[in-house]
């Protein structure tokens, strides 16, 4: 009896780890599109904000004289083909759902400062992920001599591309809360960060897979300990 319980609680685990292994990858790619629209937007670079939308997406974006203002992504891309002011972004988070994924970014623009919170619904297709409607709004900002400052200056993380200590079996890479901590530090104080691995794919963050690991297999301790 115990090794059947034992086998459906490894079973669950593995599953579990592939479906974290597998949002994961999809996150990274909603990422990539998030940034090619901050990128671009930053940048004046309509093509790379056009490559981020699906070409029937839609904007509700605010106007003093129409409540319900809806643009295409084809005519915002438009209103970036020169850079008329200092405009950075930052993502904040990412939801995926299967083939739908929802993502918030911190935008800022100077000057005067401002700062909005972009909201995007995402949809995977054929050709990948694409942004299918995007909105935003304000935010009521104090303009402090601290984040003025900051506002033109941006942080370039470096991660390492590792995955195991040379050709051994232990596990190494990017500290998760190292990594995510000053991330969270620097966007507060009204900085851009960019973070790039050594080799340019995607980084490893091995610490929060052993944390995972650790809480997984205390359960399956547990669990048998008390069949």
Not at 10 to 16: F, H, M, P
Not at 26 to 40: E, L, N, R, S
Not at 115 to 141: C, E, H, M, N, P
């Amino acid at each position: 009896m115990k090794t059947i319980i034992k086998f459906f609680i490894l079973l669950l685990a593995i599953t579990q780890f592939s479906t974290l292994a597998n949002n994961s990858e999809q996150q990274q790619a909603v990422h990539v599109v998030i940034q090619k629209y901050i990128d671009g937007t930053s940048n004046a670079d309509p093509n790379l904000i056009t490559s981020a939308f699906h070409p029937k997406a839609s904007l509700i974006l605010s106007h003093p004289n129409k409540p319900f203002w809806q643009v295409t992504a084809k005519e915002f891309a438009s209103w970036f083909k020169t850079k008329k002011v200092t405009r950075t972004g930052a993502i904040l988070s990412i939801t995926v759902d299967n083939d739908i994924a929802t993502a918030r970014a911190k935008i800022t623009t100077a000057s005067p400062v401002k700062q909005y919170i972009d909201q995007f619904l995402l949809k995977r297709f054929s050709d990948g992920w694409k942004i299918v409607s995007k909105t935003a709004s304000q935010l009521d900002i104090t303009q402090s001599e601290q984040f003025l400052a900051a506002m033109d200056k941006r942080v370039l993380f470096i991660v390492s591309s590792a995955d195991f200590h040379g050709d051994s079996a232990l596990a190494t890479g990017t500290s998760f809360s190292e990594l995510v901590e000053a991330y969270d530090v620097f966007i507060n104080a009204g900085y851009q960060v960019d973070v790039v691995s050594s080799k340019g794919v995607p980084y490893h963050l091995p610490i929060l897979i052993l944390q995972i690991k650790h809480i997984a297999n205390t359960f399956i301790i547990k669990t048998l300990c008390t069949s």
